[in-house]
C-alpha cells in the first residue's frame, strides 16, 4: 500500500525544499577540497578572531563559581540568564554603544533568543501576523526567505549609500493607500548584509519617523526592528558612530537585535534583543521557552563574563583584524577586477564587498559562475574530472534581492564576497582566480 507523504503545514510546505541558494552551498560543501577550493561565499567569521584561551577560562569561571553562576549546567530561564542581561546592559552602557544612556535602557527589557538572533528574528515572523515586512534590497535573503515562507510578502525598498532609499519608501507607501494598515513591521540590518552598506543615523530616524506616522495613522503599533549583526563591527575610522534607533522612540516601537556571534563565536549562539515590554516581547519570551527553554544557561554565563572580562579589546582585536583584510581585500578587487566593475559597496563594516559588473552575469548559468564552480565542460578551464582545479564560490546577487522587486535584472550582474573565513592568502588567490574568470566571460563567449 502506497501511503502519502504526512500533511504539512503551508510552512511545511514552503519548507519541504531547500532554498535555491541553500542548494547551491550544499552542492558545494558535499565536495569542498580544504585547501584547494576558497568559500568567499558562507558569512562565517574569521577562526582567528574566537577567543579560544577566553572561552575555555570563562568555562572555567562558570564552572567554578556555583555561588555566582547558578546551575550552569541545568535548564535556563526564557527571558535568558540575568548575568548575561546585567553584563549586556553594562557593555553597552560602559561604552556608550549607540549613544545610550541609563535612561533610555531603563525603560527597555533585555532577552536572550534560544539560539543566537537568528531565534529571535524567528520569533518575531512567529508572533506577528501575516501581512507586508518593509525592508531594504538587496535584502538578507536567509530571513526574507523565511519571511515569505511564513506567509509574510516583502516590501523590498532600493537602497542607496546610505541604506533604505527614503524617497522610494515614501512613494511606495503612496500607492499603498489602505494596504499600508497590512504593514506587520520594519526589517532593518544595520549594516547591510549581503551590501555591507551602513544605515546612516539620519535614515535610521527618518525610518522611525515614518513608523511612528504610520502606527499613529492606522491606530496600531508598527514595529521597527533594527538587526545590528555587524554593527559592533563597524571597523572604517572615518564612518559616524552608529546611533542606536532606540533614542529615537517616542512610541515604544523600536526593537534592537543583537548577536555576540560576529564578535565572540558563532558557536556560543547569543543573540540579544532590546526593547519595551508588552505582548510582543512577552510572546517572543514564550516562543524561547516553546523552543527550547533557553540558551544554552553554560553558554549564556560564559559570555556575560567574556562581556565583563575581555569584550572591548576583544572587540578592538576583531575589527582590526577585519579592516586590514578589508584594505587588502578592496585593493584586489580594484586592482584586478576594476575595468569590469560599474561599482563596489562594504568593506567598512562586517566582512562582505558586494560588486555589481557592466557586463559579467554572475549568476549559476553564467560564464563567469561556471568557470569559478569548474563546470564549463572545457577540460582546459575545469582540470581532469578527478582534479579539478581550485574553485571559488561567493552568492550571486540573483539570491540577493526581492524575487520581484526593481533589483532582478541587474542582480544578475552582481555577487556578494565575504573576506571573514578565508585567510588573505587565499582571497589574493580567489580575486585573481575572479579575473581569469572575468576575462573568460567576456572573450571565450558567444
Ligand atoms: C544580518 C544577520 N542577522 C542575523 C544573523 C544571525 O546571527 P546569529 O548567529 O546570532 O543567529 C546573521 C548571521 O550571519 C546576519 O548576517
Redesign the pocket.
Given at each position: 500500500m502506497i501511503l502519502e507523504e504526512p500533511l504539512l503545514s503551508a510552512y511545511g510546505r514552503a519548507s519541504s525544499q531547500p532554498s535555491p541558494v541553500n542548494r547551491m552551498m550544499a552542492q558545494f560543501a558535499a565536495d569542498f577540497r580544504d585547501g584547494v577550493d576558497i568559500n568567499l561565499g558562507v558569512?562565517y567569521v574569521n577562526e582567528n578572531t574566537i577567543p579560544r584561551d577566553g572561552i575555555r577560562q570563562a568555562l572555567d569561571e562558570v564552572l567554578s563559581s556555583p555561588q555566582k553562576y547558578r546551575f550552569a549546567l541545568n535548564y535556563g530561564g526564557p527571558t535568558g540568564s540575568a548575568n548575561l542581561i546585567e553584563s549586556i546592559r553594562r557593555f553597552y552602557l560602559e561604552h556608550r554603544i549607540g549613544g545610550l544612556t541609563e535612561q533610555v535602557l531603563s525603560g527597555r527589557q533585555i532577552i536572550i533568543g534560544a539560539?543566537?538572533?537568528?531565534?529571535l528574528?524567528e520569533a518575531v515572523a512567529q508572533v506577528l501576523a501575516p501581512g507586508l515586512v518593509v525592508t531594504a534590497d538587496p535584502l538578507?535573503y536567509?530571513?526574507c526567505d523565511f519571511l515569505e515562507r511564513m506567509g509574510f510578502e516583502l516590501l523590498a525598498v532600493p537602497q542607496d549609500q546610505q541604506g533604505l532609499d527614503i524617497r522610494r519608501l515614501e512613494a511606495i507607501l503612496d500607492r499603498l493607500g489602505d494596504r499600508q494598515a497590512q504593514i506587520r513591521f520594519f526589517y532593518l540590518?544595520t549594516v547591510n548584509?549581503p551590501t555591507g552598506t551602513i544605515l546612516s543615523n539620519r535614515r535610521r530616524q527618518e525610518v522611525v519617523e515614518i513608523a511612528h506616522r504610520l502606527s499613529r495613522r492606522w491606530g496600531r503599533k508598527v514595529p521597527v526592528i533594527f538587526?545590528l549583526?555587524?554593527e559592533l563591527l563597524i571597523h572604517d575610522p572615518v564612518q559616524e558612530p552608529p546611533l542606536s534607533g532606540l533614542l529615537f522612540d517616542e512610541l515604544g516601537l523600536v526593537y534592537e537585535m543583537g548577536?555576540l556571534?560576529k564578535i565572540l563565536a558563532?558557536a556560543l549562539?547569543?543573540?540579544y534583543l532590546i526593547g519595551p515590554d508588552g505582548p510582543m516581547l512577552q510572546a517572543i519570551v514564550q516562543k524561547t521557552s516553546d523552543a527550547g527553554f533557553s540558551a544554552p544557561l553554560v553558554l549564556q554565563e560564559m559570555a556575560s563574563v567574556l562581556l565583563d572580562r575581555c569584550a572591548a579589546e576583544q572587540i578592538e582585536r576583531v575589527r582590526a583584524g577585519y579592516h586590514q583584510k578589508a584594505q587588502k581585500t578592496g585593493a584586489w578587487i580594484q586592482q584586478r577586477l576594476g575595468p569590469y566593475l560599474e561599482y563596489t559597496t562594504g568593506g567598512q563594516a562586517g566582512f562582505y564587498f558586494y560588486l555589481t559588473f557592466r557586463q559579467i552575469e554572475t549568476h549559476e548559468g553564467s560564464a563567469f559562475f561556471r568557470f569559478l564552480a569548474r563546470t564549463t565542460g572545457q577540460p582546459q578551464i575545469d582540470g581532469p574530472p578527478e582534479a579539478k582545479k581550485p574553485r571559488v564560490v561567493y552568492i550571486p546577487g540573483q539570491f540577493c534581492v526581492h524575487r520581484h522587486g526593481e533589483l532582478v535584472e541587474q542582480a544578475r550582474r552582481q555577487l556578494r564576497l565575504s573576506y571573514g573565513f578565508e585567510e588573505l592568502e587565499r582571497i589574493d588567490q580567489a580575486v585573481r582566480l575572479m579575473a581569469e574568470a572575468a576575462e573568460y566571460a567576456e572573450t571565450d563567449q558567444p
Open positions: 558569512g539560539n543566537g538572533a537568528s531565534s528574528l538578507y536567509i530571513y540590518v548584509n538587526d549583526a555587524y548577536t556571534s558563532p549562539r547569543i543573540g
